[in-house]
């Protein structure tokens, strides 16, 4: 790609390194390469019109963030994060039109970032909505951003209740949206919304429970508000679970930990700490099992499973998984673990410290009868502490007050829930490594050789209509070269 001033070089160099983008463009486009350079063209261009990589709080005013009309809450039932579009807090201004843009883009690559590009779900709720509400430029703009600037970066659309005096003008944005993205159109209302979207990430109006309301600051992270604690909810007789079995747990992931050889290194720069997808070549051998564990390599701390934690279904039983923790700094490590479900899980432990060097087991549990969900996700907070710093619960209690949020290292995981007997990930029940069958690695190595694939198919088929093609021109040919001496033979006997 052509370094020139129309694009941003940081965009550049990571198209450059980022094989996982360059991915998404492709199955974006149908892997027809002119299609992709196309997009990838026009997207850059419009990531540097709108300075999207500098796109930051600070650079935005303040009451677009208070407006509510745009934010990131819940996920769908397919475990996508909603993007909601909140159509009655949006007004129709031309003066404000780019900084409403601006905050767009701002949301998408603060997700993008955050989450490693996973597909979003856009809602529109439209509720409560009139004529001073519809804005086709901007309506526009969205849909462009997920057919034109983010490849592979839409699940579907969810139109909520929209006022019959759209009907007009949503016809307008399916002649902007390809085939593709038609099909990923859900008209909903009360009655069937919850097809597409639970009712617990669903406020009131739309016929759910989830009791969240917008506000702004802090930034909408809404998602890991309740820490967890170490005995999870006191709601069932699941929380007297006996002492033993608890030593039990913890005697069997103190030993797993001797036999760790966590390989911590650092990293040079937060690029690279931003792959979590690397695979640590570390080996753990519980039970002579010898199995490879992806590992998320932070700045403070290598993060065991990288993406996901395996849980089983209710069939299976299995309700326990390990995180495993490993400092690479030269301090103490505080750090605190949050939930989606708080009410589900129960940490041991939720909010401690680790010692530099040092590797540390978080034992998850599901608490009395809950099952995982997709939905479910985890987020460990990290941060280092000062040599004098006690690690008490009151000194840790202080120093997460006090911690500059600029100074807090963040890793999310997600809950997966395995339906086969034999999971494919840690459980303490088998005190197992596995990681899933397919990596991003994998599929990409995969999609390289299906495109070669296709192109030696592709080079064939030329090869075949140009001898096909030769073969009926000597086949013309011929026959007048026949024809020609048929004719000056009956000419000669004439």
């Known amino acids: 790609l052509d370094k020139s001033d129309k694009y941003d070089s940081r965009d550049v160099e990571r198209l450059q390194q980022d094989d996982k983008w360059v991915e998404n463009y492709l199955i974006w486009r149908h892997d027809v390469v002119d299609d992709t350079l196309k997009m990838i063209d026009e997207s850059f261009q419009w990531r540097k019109e709108y300075t999207v990589n500098d796109l930051t709080e600070s650079v935005l005013p303040k009451w677009l963030f208070e407006s509510g009309s745009l934010f990131l809450h819940g996920y769908d039932k397919e475990g996508y994060k909603l993007f909601w579009f909140r159509v009655k807090h949006h007004i129709r201004d031309p003066k404000q039109q780019l900084e409403k843009k601006k905050l767009v883009a701002f949301w998408l690559e ?70 593709d993205a038609i099909s990923m159109l859900k008209f909903t209302n009360k009655s069937d919304v919850q097809e597409y979207i639970s009712g617990e990430y669903l406020p009131p109006h739309m016929g759910g429970t989830d009791s969240f309301k917008y506000s702004y600051p802090p930034l909408v992270d809404d998602d890991f508000q309740t820490p967890l604690c170490e005995n999870g909810p006191i709601t069932s ?27 911590q290194k650092k990293m040079n720069s937060v690029e690279q700490i931003s ?40 069939e299976t039983g299995e309700k326990k998984c390990l995180i495993v923790l490993t400092n690479v700094t030269k301090n103490v490590v505080a750090f605190k673990v949050r939930t989606t479900a708080p009410e589900k899980y129960r940490v041991k432990p939720s909010n401690s410290s680790c010692e530099p ?38 000194e840790l209690t202080q120093f997460w007050k006090e911690v500059p949020r600029t100074k807090v290292m963040e890793h999310r995981l997600r809950c997966h829930v395995v339906e086969s007997s034999k999971p494919s990930s840690l459980t303490l029940k088998e005190n197992a490594f596995n990681i899933p069958a397919k990596t991003n690695e994998d599929l990409h190595i995969q999609l390289t050789r299906l495109l070669q694939i296709n192109k030696r198919l592709q080079e064939q088929i030329d090869r075949c209509l140009w001898f096909q093609q030769l073969s009926v021109v000597l086949s013309l040919l011929s026959v007048t070269v026949v024809a020609f001496c048929f004719y000056l033979t009956y000419t000669q006997r004439s």
């Open 237 to 263: 007789e699941d929380e007297h679970e006996s002492k033993e079995e608890i030593d039990a747990d913890t005697k069997e992931t103190g030993e797993l930990n001797e036999e760790q050889n966590l390989n």
């Open 357 to 394: 060097g040092t590797s540390l087991d978080i034992i998850v549990s599901l608490h009395g009868g809950f099952a995982a969900s997709l939905q479910d996700r985890f987020l460990i907070m990290a941060a280092e502490m000062d040599q004098s710093s006690g690690a008490g619960i009151p």
């Open 275 to 314: 792959k979590s997808e690397e695979t640590d070549k570390t080996e753990f051998k519980p039970k002579n099992a010898k199995k490879v564990l992806t590992t998320f390599k932070g700045p403070l701390l290598h993060i065991s499973p990288a993406e996901e934690l395996y849980f089983g279904s209710k």
């Open 110 to 179: 603060h997700y993008a970032k955050r989450d490693h590009g996973k597909p979003l779900t856009v809602v529109f709720d439209m509720a409560e909505t009139g004529i001073s509400h519809i804005d086709l430029d901007f309506v526009r703009f969205i849909v462009n951003c997920f057919t034109d600037y983010y490849p592979n970066f839409l699940t579907k659309i969810v139109i909520f209740e929209m006022p019959w005096i759209m009907n007009a003008a949503f016809k307008i944005v399916k002649g902007w949206l390809g085939p």
